[in-house]
């Protein structure tokens, strides 16, 4: 069996370079390794069960009921979860799925106070992309990321053709709640149904499709400084529903809560119009290594472009 590569990130707190614990890498290596047994079998299970939505819905389903509690403790000591962050003890979550979308303490995460700036809107491992079409990085066997397959709108896609991206992947361990990047009023979010594949990078460095064949969510978010910030929540493999908490139509400010995700593995896009952004340094430096960098939300992302 051809070996998988560990999964290297950076994290953005103390700049290190560490290696990912994976959830279920086991079976992550089973359904995307190389081999040939491997592959055979294991595109078997994946698509005739793992990628569909009754297989994660089901699971969604099972992670909310009772006898579930007995995995939090066990889950919190695997991930060292810091628990002084979470609003409620430990005690008083009524199953995983409960714990799985938990709140944190205000305090916990800090709101990046620059006006002219645009934060970080989750938990998350992260890759930065200035100009998407000079994102050479972002190209696996040869394919490159598609705009229209992902936004199945061929004038929203010419739109962000040369604009900036952000691509976030929720590890199962995190924060799985995600805010609003900047100030500004939201339309309300459009559905595109599909499968539900993992967004971990043994399977998406085996296809770089599966951001456009899973569902997902577009919402147009519009500023006065950023114009109009495309956000895109995808669901992926054991993911029980992408949940929607704001209200269409009406001002929000960064921070505030736009939704969460139930049990399972998840993605965010965000889309910059050309011009608009300006990302951190530290960002783009982690991203042109072709490294995710893991950031918390309310973190500094950029900040408005005055150079475009």
């Keep these: 069996m051809n070996a998988i590569p560990p999964i290297r990130y950076i994290d953005r707190i103390s700049g290190r370079e560490c290696i990912e614990k994976t959830c279920a890498e086991g079976c992550l290596k089973f359904l ?7 592959r055979f079998f294991g595109r078997i299970v994946l698509h005739s069960l793992v990628k569909t939505s009754p297989f994660s819905h089901f699971y969604g389903w099972w992670q909310t009921l009772p006898h579930t509690r007995k995995k939090i403790k066990p889950f919190i000591k695997a991930f060292n979860i810091d628990v002084s962050e ?8 009524s199953s995983f ?16 106070s620059d006006n002219k700036g645009v934060i970080i809107p989750a938990d998350a491992r992260y890759r930065f992309f200035q100009r998407i079409d000079q994102a050479e990085g972002f190209i696996v066997k040869g394919e490159k990321f598609s705009l229209f397959s992902l936004l199945q709108d061929k004038q929203l896609a010419h739109r962000y053709s040369e604009g900036s991206m952000v691509i976030a992947r929720l590890h199962p361990s995190d924060y799985h709640r995600f805010h609003f990047p900047c100030d500004g009023t939201p339309e309300p979010p459009r ?3 599909g499968f539900l594949y993992s967004v971990n ?30 956000m895109v929540e995808i669901g992926a493999t054991n993911v029980g ?9 009406q001002p ?8 969460f995700f139930a049990c399972g593995g998840s993605a965010i896009i965000l889309l910059f119009e050309k011009g608009k952004v300006a990302f ?7 991203s042109e290594r072709n490294l995710e960098i893991r950031c918390l939300m309310g973190q500094s992302m950029g900040r408005v472009n005055t150079s475009a």
């Design 191 to 193: 559905r595109i149904n």
């Design 97 to 112: 799925n409960d714990f799985f979308i938990r709140k944190l303490k205000e305090k916990a995460r800090p709101i990046h």
């Design 252 to 259: 929000y400010k960064k921070g505030m809560e736009k939704g």
């Design 280 to 286: 951190d340094k530290d960002l783009l430096e982690a």
């Design 32 to 38: 995307y390794n190389t081999s040939m047994v491997s």
């Design 241 to 249: 529903s992408i949940n929607q908490t704001y209200q269409p139509n």
């Design 201 to 230: 990078p043994i399977a998406v460095k085996k296809n770089i499709h599966i951001f456009t064949k899973n569902k997902r969510m577009i919402c147009k978010l519009h500023n006065q400084s950023f114009g109009q910030v495309l």
């Design 86 to 93: 979470i609003k409620k003890s430990i005690d008083e979550f």
